[in-house]
């Protein structure tokens, strides 16, 4: 078990599942907070990406609870934190800017 690694030692990171943009090669990532793009263990290219929420590049807010990371649906953005899905999606912001 010489390739196990703790997680704690490397705290606080992202997890979740990554789709690569060249190939198609679907797998579970784990990488430290701020990583948006990922190397792909099959092609080797970096066009790795989280699937399934969004993270918008600049801070912003759920109106209802202030959750940051979003699923996108097609009635719009909702909040993975309490799951409101915003208004507005193709017109004003759907999520207002942090303080």
């Known amino acids: 078990m010489s390739n196990v690694v ?3 030692e490397r705290r606080p990171h992202l997890a979740g599942f990554a789709k690569c943009l060249n190939c198609g090669h ?11 793009v ?3 263990p099959r ?3 970096e066009r790795g990406v989280n ?5 918008p590049p600049v801070a912003q807010a759920c ?3 202030g959750g940051q990371v979003f ?7 909702m909040c993975l934190s309490c799951g409101t899905t915003m208004p507005g999606w193709r017109g004003p912001s759907p999520v207002v800017p942090v303080a």
């Open 43 to 45: 092609c080797g290219l």
């Open 6 to 8: 703790s997680l704690d």
């Open 63 to 65: 109106i209802d609870c």
């Open 26 to 36: 679907e797998w579970t990532f784990v990488a430290p907070i701020g990583t948006t």
């Open 51 to 55: 699937q399934g929420v969004c993270v």
């Open 38 to 40: 990922f190397a792909c």
């Open 71 to 77: 699923w996108l649906c097609p009635a719009g953005p």
